[in-house]
């Protein structure tokens, strides 16, 4: 009993999804009767056609006018001509780390300077600091090394130009590279 229930429950279903599918929002569907070649009907309109407003399609609407104004050119130099400044984070390390280096702590100022030059990355003279502390340790590789890396950032400012190309100058002497050093001094020369 129950199994003819739902036989015909299941039936009931089929047949009124297949009636949906029949019809749909355009009316039924056709089919041509007969023996003779069918007309296709035309298909539904929405209204009569006359009345529509024209669809443009992208390609052919006409193109807009240029903009005849570009944006002005910032006369301000840019991220990268200038490098970073200092925060006062890292201007207050800077400042322990010369207090550090006069009494001959030299580890203590490279770390105070390594936290620094954490909170400003792309800060010259926080490099041509470490490199100093770096001198002042006896470790002259480390200490070209931080001076061309501060050189890279100096940017456009020509005295923390002059002051990394000198800086550069003294490390590469204390090295034994004379050639080196003279060449330093002559770009700090030319700035």
């Known amino acids: 009993m129950k ?11 089929t047949l009124l999804a297949l009636a949906g599918c029949a019809s749909g929002p355009g009316g039924g569907i056709y089919v041509p009767v007969g023996g003779e070649p069918a007309k296709a009907p035309e298909p539904p309109r929405t209204s009569a056609g006359e009345d529509e407003a024209p669809v443009w399609r992208k390609s052919e609407q006409p ?3 240029p903009s005849e104004q570009e944006p002005p050119r910032s006369s301000s130099p840019s991220y990268r001509e200038t490098g970073d400044g200092l925060s006062p984070a890292a201007l207050s390390l800077v400042r322990d780390a010369d207090g550090l280096l006069k009494q001959g ?13 954490r909170i400003a990355p792309r800060s010259a003279e926080v490099y041509f600091k470490l490199s100093e502390a770096y001198v002042a340790s006896n470790r002259l590789g480390p200490a070209e090394q931080f001076t061309l890396k501060g050189l890279s950032l100096a940017g456009s400012d020509a005295r923390l130009q002059r002051a990394g190309w000198l800086l550069l100058a003294d490390i590469r002497r204390a090295r034994g590279n004379v050639a080196g050093a003279d060449q330093a001094e002559a770009r700090a020369a030319a700035l």
């Open 105 to 117: 702590d030299t580890a203590g100022a490279i770390a105070r300077l390594e936290r620094a030059q």
């Open 3 to 13: 199994i003819k229930t739902t036989l015909r429950t299941g039936l009931i279903m």
């Open 63 to 65: 193109a807009a006018a």
